[in-house]
């Protein structure tokens, strides 16, 4: 993020001509007095400021440095602002560096890139530096530097607790690890004030998610957090509710793993030989399997190191990382839909340690130096990543694996040259064997071909574990360097349950695992019946199913599960996952191909729904202090043709090749902006001599529900994305930290929003579907199902509960549920009906 300098960020007074300075600590010393004299900063300041010259080099080069204070100090900061010594005869700053010019930053949020971006362009004009280091016009340096500016990243603090704390033993089964440590750090940079969270000796600044992690909280420590600012109630308060409420969602997301290896454990997990050549690593996904070992390796990528020209580098550094969080964000989004918000969150995680600026200083610096930007970034992160490893912590050395992961994915965007190659084809029945896999391997992957995954790095929630998991492969994680002895092409047997990869196996260990497999074959074809029976009520009510997936490789999964169709595909992924609006060609292409994928199943695909929370940086889309409520959806295609017309074309051009296709719009809100889409629609299909395809609504807010009646007079079907409903009903920002809890698509409010939409759609004879996250809950579904909803679309591996789910109970049962969810006070009343009749006869 950058701070554009405002008037009087840089008044004349905070610029010092002709400075005369001892050395390096007391040019700190005047630039701290001058800033504190102006009100920017406390007089803290300037010791933060030697802190941070102990922890790194700030002097650019070319005769600028850049001090600034530490990360975890920013409450120090009262207003952003800079101050300059302009030293004529130079001051040392480090062995053989003397500056000239001495810019100290106070900044409250990570900008390093907006310095960068500015200085680097001054610093290509080598005569204009020489001019400013000897000008006797304040009004010339002010001009320079009226670009923007940045601060830097963290180090340890005393182990000493604020005034202002509270105390908290650490409940969460599975110990502070990244997915909490993020949304604490998310919370905590919401405040001015100065936030530590201690362990006993140990000091964490709540801001840093890898400071967090340092702490290594486990379940049962007891810890203190404290602050100190003028927001530091305020941010303690928070900070509580937040720590606190995540409690409930750990403690969840333990007992959902322990009933996972329960299952498995009630299966009878395949006894291996005693006295085999094996090898351990971590059960990641359960299963197993018989195949042939095959090294994946692209080959280690080789960054060239060209010198760019500044003025640029900092630019295409500042859109990689922007391109870089929106590929993470979608990655994050679209696991939760196909697996659930446990396994997303670790893209999130991935994303908030982009938000490191020790990464940008480090690149910054050897641009500086000359190098090329690509070189730069790719030293950073290497160099950054090892001193996590050389730690010596386990979590931290996860934690290196990721940054390294989105370093590439950042590398790739700043030159799509220096991608990670794509694999060459695996032989049939391969037990892949890899140092770690990464969202590029996932989409490069041949499933069919693999029978299992090895990795020497990762760890249950890593990318190898999600996407085993997500496949239904057999995969073992972390088995270390014992993997590069491995022969490729030699017999292997892998399994999942226990974590190990058994060599040569004999004729007799081969039979065993192979009787092992038909039996556990024998058993998932007779869930796999399960799945595909209907979602009808013991009376014979119907309600179809569908998955939520974006790619037509996610199809077989979902059908497997049980899947009728695709009640949600999502073709914002087609704009998230690359730099440039795809084209009709692009759109036509994917469209046809999970046309093809379902046959002539139903598929619901979704217009763009950019805006919100899914931006994306090449459209160019404003600014606006409030996405949610502002051009997003349906209100962003009306305004922008070039992104519409393209894609409805493509649409059109797949359903006359006969794809079975329904489209919906999003964000409507009104009578007019449908007519007005359905008039674009009907021209193209006209034009391309097309059939008539389906077109349908999203209702997701209150005033579409609101006039369901009206709307159904136009649309052919709805389908309701109560996420999104719940949030402009209930007022609450899904995103927000604090009110997320709150935020529950089970309120009566919402549920009264529901059937008023069910009521308008049914009296025009329209179905509709439901695809927010209610309804791949299975106490959920049935209270959906008892309002009229005709079709539920969720996650896939949510519909073999939400099946059974229906088909154990009665419409007029559920129906009765309904009306008195309809009438609770809250959402807690509504899910305490739970435990009461009708479904406490439920098998679930």
């Given at each position: 993020m950058s701070l554009i300098l405002e008037a009087g960020i840089l008044p004349r007074e905070l610029v010092r001509l002709d400075a005369k300075v001892a050395d390096k600590a007391d040019a700190i010393a005047q630039l701290a007095a001058l800033l504190v004299a102006d009100g920017c900063v406390k007089p803290g300041f300037a010791a933060s400021m030697e802190r941070r010259e102990a922890a790194s080099n700030t002097y650019l080069g070319k005769g600028i440095a850049i001090p600034h204070g530490m990360a975890e100090d920013r409450d120090l900061i009262l207003r952003d602002g800079i101050a300059v010594l302009q030293v004529?005869?130079?001051?040392?700053?480090?062995?053989?560096?003397?500056?000239?010019?001495?810019?100290?930053?106070?900044?409250?949020?990570?900008?390093?890139?907006?310095?960068?971006?500015?200085?680097?362009?001054?610093?290509?004009?080598?005569?204009?530096?020489?001019?400013?280091?000897?000008?006797?016009?304040?009004?010339?340096?002010?001009?320079?530097?009226?670009?923007?500016?940045?601060?830097?990243?963290?180090?340890?603090?005393?182990?000493?607790?604020?005034?202002?704390?509270?105390?908290?033993?650490?409940?969460?089964?599975?110990?502070?690890?990244?997915?909490?440590?993020?949304?604490?750090?998310?919370?905590?940079?919401?405040?001015?004030?100065?936030?530590?969270?201690?362990n006993g000796d140990e000091m964490a600044d709540a801001r840093n998610m890898i400071s967090l992690l340092q702490l290594g909280l486990k379940a049962g420590d007891s810890l203190t957090v404290s602050a100190e600012g003028a927001d530091a109630a305020d941010a303690l308060s928070t900070l509580r509710v937040v720590i606190t409420g995540l409690s409930a969602r750990e403690k969840a997301d333990a007992a959902k793993a322990e009933e996972k290896r329960n299952a498995a454990a009630m299966?009878?997990?395949?006894?291996?030989?005693?006295?085999g050549d094996v090898v351990e690593g971590v059960a990641a996904s359960p299963g197993l399997a018989i195949g042939r070992l095959h090294h994946l390796e692209a080959g280690p990528i080789v960054?060239?190191?060209?010198?760019?020209?500044?003025?640029?580098?900092?630019?295409?550094?500042?859109?990689?990382?922007?391109?870089?969080?929106?590929?993470?964000?979608?990655?994050?989004?679209?696991?939760?839909?196909?697996?659930?918000?446990?396994?997303?969150?670790?893209?999130?995680?991935?994303?908030?340690?982009?938000?490191?600026?020790?990464?940008?200083?480090?690149?910054?610096?050897?641009?500086?130096?000359?190098?090329?930007?690509?070189?730069?970034?790719?030293?950073?992160?290497?160099?950054?990543?090892?001193?996590?490893?050389?730690?010596?912590?386990?979590?931290?050395?996860?934690?290196?694996?990721?940054?390294?992961?989105?370093?590439?994915?950042?590398?790739?965007?700043?030159?799509?040259?220096?991608?990670?190659?794509?694999?060459?084809?695996?032989?049939?029945?391969?037990?892949?064997?890899?140092?770690?896999?990464?969202?590029?391997?996932?989409?490069?992957?041949?499933?069919?071909?693999?029978?299992?995954?090895?990795?020497?790095?990762?760890?249950?929630?890593?990318?190898?574990?999600?996407?085993?998991?997500?496949?239904?492969?057999?995969?073992?994680?972390?088995?270390?360097?014992?993997?590069?002895?491995?022969?490729?092409?030699?017999?292997?047997?892998?399994?999942?349950?226990?974590?190990?990869?058994?060599?040569?196996?004999?004729?007799?260990?081969?039979?065993?695992?192979?009787?092992?497999?038909?039996?556990?074959?024998?058993?998932?074809?007779?869930?796999?019946?399960?799945?595909?029976?209907?979602a009808k009520t013991r009376d014979g009510h119907e309600v179809?199913?569908?998955?939520?997936?974006?790619?037509?490789?996610?199809?077989?999964?979902?059908?497997?599960?049980?899947?009728?169709?695709?009640?949600?595909?999502?073709?914002?992924?087609?704009?998230?996952?690359?730099?440039?609006?795809?084209?009709?060609?692009?759109?036509?292409?994917?469209?046809?191909?999970?046309?093809?994928?379902?046959?002539?199943?139903?598929?619901?695909?979704?217009?763009?729904?950019?805006?919100?929370?899914?931006?994306?940086?090449?459209?160019?889309?404003?600014?606006?202090?409030?996405?949610?409520?502002?051009?997003?959806?349906?209100?962003?295609?009306?305004?922008?043709?070039?992104?519409?017309?393209?894609?409805?074309?493509?649409?059109y051009r797949a359903a006359k090749d006969g794809a079975q296709i329904q489209v919906m719009f999003p964000m409507i809100t009104s009578v007019a902006e449908l007519l007005a889409l359905r008039e674009t629609c009907e021209q193209i299909r006209a034009e391309l001599e097309a059939p008539d395809v389906p077109l349908g609504i999203m209702i997701e807010v209150p005033s579409a529900a609101l006039l369901a009646d009206q709307l159904a007079k136009h649309a052919d079907f709805f389908s309701i994305g109560t996420n999104d409903l719940t949030q402009y009903a209930l007022a609450i920002d899904r995103q927000n930290p604090v009110l997320a809890p709150e935020a529950d698509s089970l309120h009566p409010a919402v549920l009264k929003l529901i059937e008023l939409t069910v009521r308008g759609a049914h009296a025009h004879g329209r179905w509709v579907g439901v695809c927010g996250g209610i309804a791949g809950d299975a106490f959920g579904a049935a209270l959906l199902t008892g309002l009229g909803v005709d079709e539920l679309s969720m996650t896939p591996r949510d519909i073999p509960a939400?099946?059974?789910?229906?088909?154990?109970?009665?419409?007029?049962?559920?129906q009765a549920l309904a009306q008195r969810a309809l009438a609770a006070r809250d959402a807690a009343a509504v899910r305490a009906l739970a435990a009461e009749l009708p479904l406490a006869e439920v098998r679930a």
């Open positions: 004529r005869d130079g001051v040392e700053w480090n062995a053989g560096q003397r500056a000239n010019l001495v810019v100290a930053i106070a900044a409250r949020s990570d900008a390093h890139i907006g310095i960068l971006r500015r200085l680097t362009r001054l610093m290509q004009d080598e005569p204009r530096i020489a001019m400013l280091a000897a000008t006797d016009d304040t009004g010339a340096i002010v001009e320079a530097l009226s670009g923007e500016q940045a601060i830097a990243a963290e180090a340890a603090e005393p182990a000493a607790d604020f005034a202002q704390n509270f105390d908290w033993t650490c409940d969460y089964p599975n110990g502070l690890h990244a997915r909490p440590a993020t949304e604490w750090a998310e919370t905590a940079r919401r405040f001015a004030a100065r936030i530590r969270v201690r299966l009878g997990g395949w006894t291996g030989p005693e006295n960054v060239p190191d060209q010198p760019t020209d500044l003025a640029s580098a900092a630019d295409r550094l500042h859109n990689a990382l922007a391109r870089a969080r929106e590929q993470l964000g979608a990655l994050a989004d679209d696991t939760a839909r196909r697996l659930g918000e446990s396994d997303s969150a670790i893209f999130l995680a991935q994303s908030e340690l982009l938000n490191d600026p020790q990464l940008v200083t480090l690149a910054s610096q050897k641009l500086v130096e000359g190098h090329g930007l690509a070189w730069s970034w790719h030293q950073a992160v290497q160099e950054t990543a090892q001193q996590l490893v050389n730690i010596g912590n386990p979590v931290l050395a996860g934690r290196a694996v990721d940054l390294r992961d989105v370093g590439q994915r950042v590398l790739a965007l700043i030159d799509p040259a220096l991608a990670k190659p794509a694999p060459a084809e695996v032989p049939q029945d391969a037990i892949l064997i890899a140092d770690d896999l990464t969202p590029t391997d996932t989409a490069t992957m041949d499933a069919d071909r693999v029978a299992g995954l090895v990795t020497a790095q990762g760890g249950p929630t890593s990318h190898t574990a999600i996407l085993a998991r997500t496949l239904g492969l057999p995969a073992v994680v972390g088995a270390g360097a014992a993997l590069s002895r491995l022969v490729d092409g030699a017999p292997a047997i892998i399994d999942g349950n226990s974590g190990r990869l058994y060599l040569n196996p004999t004729e007799a260990d081969l039979a065993s695992a192979r009787g092992w497999i038909a039996d556990e074959e024998t058993k998932r074809a007779r869930a796999a019946e399960a799945r595909a029976l209907p179809q199913i569908g998955a939520n997936i974006n790619l037509a490789e996610q199809a077989a999964f979902a059908l497997e599960q049980g899947a009728e169709g695709v009640g949600l595909m999502r073709t914002e992924f087609l704009f998230l996952e690359r730099g440039d609006s795809p084209t009709e060609e692009d759109q036509y292409r994917a469209y046809s191909a999970m046309a093809r994928a379902m046959g002539d199943r139903p598929l619901v695909i979704r217009a763009l729904d950019i805006g919100g929370d899914k931006q994306v940086s090449y459209l160019d889309l404003p600014r606006e202090e409030n996405p949610f409520l502002g051009v997003r959806g349906a209100r962003l295609l009306l305004r922008r043709p070039e992104l519409l017309v393209p894609q409805v074309r493509a649409l939400v099946k059974e789910r229906i088909r154990n109970a009665d419409l007029p049962a559920l």
